[in-house]
């Protein structure tokens, strides 16, 4: 991405074009043992072609969150 700017636009417009290459979708997801008095063990995973994997606890990722293997 040298040549392009490094803004939001370019951002979302390369997660949507990942999100169309790996038929993904980015969720937010809670622990079983979570209800209407609270929420619990949050975190934030991918769908990729119906599979699901984990992208960080919480609600926020960033690259270092992303485990590879």
Known sequence: MATEELTPAN????LKELLKKY??????GASDDSDWWGIHG???Y?????KDTRLCEGYNVTSSDIKTR
């Open 11 to 14: 951002f979302k417009k390369e």
């Open 23 to 28: 038929n993904a979708s980015i969720s937010f």
């Open 42 to 44: 949050e975190f934030l």
């Open 46 to 50: 991918a769908s990729i072609n119906g």
